[in-house]
Every structure is written in C-alpha cells, then in structure tokens.
C-alpha cells in the first residue's frame, strides 16, 4: 500500500466516525489531473440507521454522459472512492457539522489530511423521493 492510501484509510476512519455520530453532510471528490470527463464524485446520507447508506453521484463534464446515482453502504462507498484516488482525483473533502477534513494527494504522491472549521451546521439526508 502505498503512503497516499494509508493516510485515505485514517481519512475514511473519520468518515465512519462522522456517519455513526451522525454528523456527516457531504463528500466531495474533486482536483482531478487533467481533464477527465468524471468531474467530481459525491456521497450524500441517505440513512444513519443500522447499516448507513449513502447516495454515490458521478458527476460528467460532457453533456454525453449522464450522471448516476447510485446507493451503497460505507465499505461499498470506501471502495468505489478509493478505486478513484489518484485516477483522476488529487483531493477529497468531508463536511461534517464538527469540522471539515480534506484529504490531498501531492506531486510525489504522499497523502495528508488538513483540518477546517464546519461549513455546514446541519445534516440534510438524500429524499429518495426527489427525482
């Protein structure tokens, strides 16, 4: 395992964490290299309860291709994010209502993860009835 994705596994602890104590809002994939058609990747709560679920978006650049959502537990989730580190994306942030984490990928290919203050106050869940 290379060091970038040890760091993503503390990183995703704190994700877990977030999701057990209810205060995950959002994650955003972004900071791709290049100019890939993939944009971001976003994981919005569906559910805290028993098994938490999570709304996985691909989000396209080009008009072609339609973005999807699909609905996946947090192993499922870590392993799709995961499976997207370096290929195309440098940088993942997590919103919680304690504080914002953001996970970067260097040049040289090392990790870090850099603490901010909440950006969000409340947790809103996915309404499945949307759309």
Do not use: C
């Not at 709304?55 to 799709?80: C, Q």
């Not at 994010?81 to 260097?106: A, E, G, W, Y």
């Amino acid at each position: 395992m290379s060091s970038y994705q040890e760091v993503f596994v503390v990183f995703w602890e704190e994700v877990i964490k977030s999701v057990q104590e209810n205060r995950f809002a959002k994650l955003t994939m972004a900071k791709t290299i290049g100019k890939p058609d993939l944009k971001n990747i976003f994981v919005r709560p569906i559910s805290f309860q028993n098994d938490a679920k999570l709304m996985v978006k691909f989000s396209y650049r080009s008009g072609e291709t339609e973005d999807t959502e699909t609905e996946h537990t947090l192993e499922e989730a870590f392993t799709i994010l995961k499976s997207h580190l370096k290929n195309p994306f440098l940088s993942v942030l997590l919103f919680t209502t304690t504080k914002d984490l953001t996970f970067k990928i260097n040049k040289k290919g090392a990790g870090s993860i850099l603490e901010n203050y909440p950006t969000f106050q409340n947790v809103t869940l996915v309404d499945k009835s949307e759309g």
